[in-house]
């Protein structure tokens, strides 16, 4: 634990520890805005706006996700020892920010470009934006592998939630204005959306670089490692079955998310309506965070990741029945989906870190960024998977365009794929080792 210069004191020095970790959260929220806008509006700024076929968009997303999932894996290892400590990692976390969100803004000025070019453009700025984005990405989320204790980083990992909850918040509200749009109008909405995204995103990281340079934090347990990337590698249990459960749950989930917008524009009537159910999966993602960190505190880890999954199945169902029935039941139904799904993915990052923490858990004494990296890896070829799985939805029985024929060919997968990807969470939990 480092020093504190002057003003010390147990008080002060846990104000300002606080003041570290708040401004880690603040520092996700940037993030996430920028990532949950690419799950949430890709898809459908590039079909929608952008008049891409279906198959031509699921192409250009798939490739870009798999290129960042492999970057990420790779950057992991490149900055094992650059990103030792929170400063180090804060400061690089600034520098991706600029970067990405640049190259989020040539992205999603893809609708201003003439229409024969944009297939091209839409694959060149979208293969650059995720590659910018690994060095967003990956050193801000090692930081949670360098803090000792399970309830501390349980705790820091529910935090991260509280941000990414917050941005999903945020770019819910949005979404319906942008929605609301068309043509030349809707492609203008959406670069200015990307402008002041990257403005947020470069103040968040900034305050977190500041905080962490001037806080109290936990120096990493668990020293990088000079192993080459690729020689002798072992992916121990332990980390595999975190791996395999981020995957499916990543892959399924994401499906949810990105139909969500087709969903708020063919089948809820209204802005209000469209703003409703999309904010209700946020806020429940939020809302579930201190829930679960209680579960955690009284009961067991294991038992709060059975419980969200419960809480995300029963979600799920209950939006099958009500999707394009009742809009209070149906923002309820999105309410709970977003509660189990939020609590899912909180505890598989948690878990990580403990990967990361501990050498008995990741085999070879894995650096934080490096056992992120394989988790982000892991979380981007399954969104890549599930791109894939909605441009096919989307072309069902309607060739090749970007029409989408009914409510029921929505629901059914944005609620099954989910329920299934819960369930199959549930099977992977004895080995989890969430303890």
């Not at 819910?172 to 492609?187: D, F, I, K, N, T």
């Not at 609590?343 to 990361?356: E, F, K, P, T």
């Not at 998977?385 to 096919?392: C, D, F, G, P, R």
């Amino acid at each position: 634990m480092s020093s504190m210069d002057g003003n010390g004191g147990p008080e002060w020095a846990r104000m300002l520890r606080v003041a570290v970790w708040r401004a880690y959260s603040v520092g996700h929220y940037g993030k996430s805005l920028i990532w949950y806008s690419s799950e949430l509006l890709f898809a459908y700024f590039l079909t929608e706006a952008c008049g891409l076929p279906p198959r031509a968009m699921g192409a250009v997303l798939a490739v870009s996700l798999v290129i960042n999932g492999a970057t990420d894996m790779v950057m992991g290892h490149m900055l094992r020892r650059r990103a030792a400590t929170v400063p180090a990692a804060a400061r690089l976390h600034v520098l991706g920010s600029i970067l990405a969100g640049a190259s989020l803004l040539l992205f999603l000025a893809t609708g201003l470009v003439p229409a024969g070019w944009r297939i091209p453009y839409a694959l060149g700025t979208g293969l650059l934006f995720r590659l910018t984005y690994a060095l967003y990405d990956v050193p801000q989320n090692a930081v949670l592998g360098m803090v000792a204790g399970d309830r501390a980083r349980t705790a820091l990992s529910a935090l991260r939630f509280v941000g990414a909850g917050l941005a999903t918040l945020s770019v819910a509200v949005a979404a319906p204005l942008l929605l609301a749009r068309s043509g030349l109008e809707q492609a203008r909405a959406f670069a200015a959306f990307a402008l002041v995204l990257w403005v947020l995103g470069m103040a968040s990281a900034g305050w977190f670089w500041w905080a962490a340079r001037r806080g109290l934090y936990l120096e990493p347990s668990v020293p990088a490692m000079t192993r080459p990337l690729l020689s002798q590698f072992r992916v121990p249990m332990a980390l595999t079955a975190v791996l395999a459960a981020e995957f499916v749950l990543s892959a399924t989930a994401s499906v949810f998310t990105r139909l969500e917008p087709y969903f708020a524009a063919t089948v809820l009537t209204s802005s209000l309506a469209r703003g409703t159910v999309m904010a209700c999966v946020a806020i429940g993602g939020l809302a579930g965070q201190p829930l679960w960190t209680l579960v955690v505190d009284r009961h067991s880890p294991s038992a709060a990741f059975r419980a969200s999954a419960a809480a995300a199945i029963t979600g799920a169902l209950a939006f099958l029945v009500f999707g394009a029935r009742s809009l209070p039941l149906t923002a309820a139904a999105a309410g709970l989906l977003g509660t189990g799904l939020g609590g899912m993915s909180m505890l598989l990052w948690a878990a990580a870190g403990a990967c990361a923490v501990s050498p008995a858990m990741s085999g070879h004494r894995l650096a934080p960024t490096q056992v992120f990296g394989l988790l982000t890896l892991c979380i981007k070829v399954a969104c890549a998977v599930a791109i894939l799985v909605v441009s096919e939805i989307l072309v069902w029985r309607t060739g090749d365009r970007h029409t989408v024929v009914s409510a029921l060919g929505l629901i059914l997968p944005m609620t099954i794929l989910p329920s299934l990807g819960a369930m199959l969470c549930l099977v992977l939990t004895p080995r989890l080792r969430l303890t």
